[in-house]
């Protein structure tokens, strides 16, 4: 018989208008500055603001960060293919709200 996964799944609730700052982003997703930056650098992140002491990231930028570690993690991706994941990622997630604005899904 096959081996038998278990999934577990975190939610987080983080409201349309919540901002962090990079020190509070980092406390909230397990990276630290530097990887976050790296991620900014890669485009995987676009935080408001110059500088990283003014960087100001919106809410869903938690998940992105999230789902960024958890990719760094797992499957061991480097930055570009964390943000190649992502675009994908995104990209199906479309396709599928697509999909069932037009009822197929």
Avoid: H, K
Wanted: hydrophobic letters at 50%.
């Amino acid at each position: 018989m096959g081996q038998m996964l278990d999934y577990t799944y975190d939610a987080i609730v983080v409201e349309g208008d919540t901002a962090f700052t990079l020190p509070a982003l980092c406390r909230a997703c397990g990276l630290d500055s530097a990887q976050l930056i790296a991620l900014v650098d890669e485009g995987v992140l676009a935080p408001a603001g110059r500088e990283p002491n003014d960087w100001l990231f919106a809410g869903p930028s938690l998940r992105t960060a999230l789902t960024a570690r958890r990719l760094m993690q797992d499957l061991e991706l480097d930055l570009a293919g964390v943000a190649m994941a992502l675009d994908l990622l995104a990209e199906i997630a479309a396709l599928r709200a697509r999909l069932n604005r037009l009822g197929a899904g």
